[in-house]
């Protein structure tokens, strides 16, 4: 039985406007498109909670709920949900805020995901995590 999306978790990191250079070519906001929004919106939390820079090293699910279109407003909603020595898991849901839908100001979740994010030194191997980075 599949999660049932009335509020958001987590918080915003991340919220834009879709444009029609994001569409497919069914005209809704392209699949790709998003899963690159929810990598941002995911590798942001991760950034703030390592202190530094983060690689994604893996994807656990990606699930589309409802199509998102053009001048939708769409909100990245992020929870870090595991810490490990220098990997963090990342619950991320996008949110979408139609303004011109009836009723007005359409507000539903479009799609979630679960990342794992890991934290890098300069030379991009992985570090850890300081004491100070868990949330």
């Keep these: 039985m599949s999660k049932q999306y009335i509020l958001p978790t987590g918080i915003i ?3 834009t406007l879709t444009m029609p250079s994001n569409t497919n070519s069914n005209g809704n906001i392209f699949g790709g ?3 690159s929004q929810i990598d941002i919106g995911g590798a942001i939390l991760a950034k703030e909670i390592s202190g530094g820079k ?3 090293v893996q994807v656990n699910s990606i699930t589309f709920l409802k199509p998102i279109y053009v001048g939708d407003i769409m909100y990245c909603y992020t929870k870090c949900v595991k810490i490990g020595v220098s990997s963090m898991t990342i ?3 996008i949110w979408i805020k139609n303004i011109d839908s009836q009723p ?3 507000f ?3 799609a979630y995901a679960s990342v794992i994010y890991v934290a890098i030194d300069t030379l991009g ?3 850890k ?3 100070m980075s868990i949330v």
Excluded: F, H, N
Aim: hydrophobic share 45%; with cysteine.
């Design 129 to 131: 995590l300081l004491p």
């Design 125 to 127: 191997r992985s570090r």
């Design 54 to 56: 983060v690689v994604t």
């Design 33 to 35: 498109w998003i899963m």
């Design 91 to 93: 619950d991320i849901e």
């Design 104 to 106: 007005l100001g359409q």
């Design 108 to 110: 539903y979740c479009a």
């Design 13 to 15: 990191s991340l919220k």
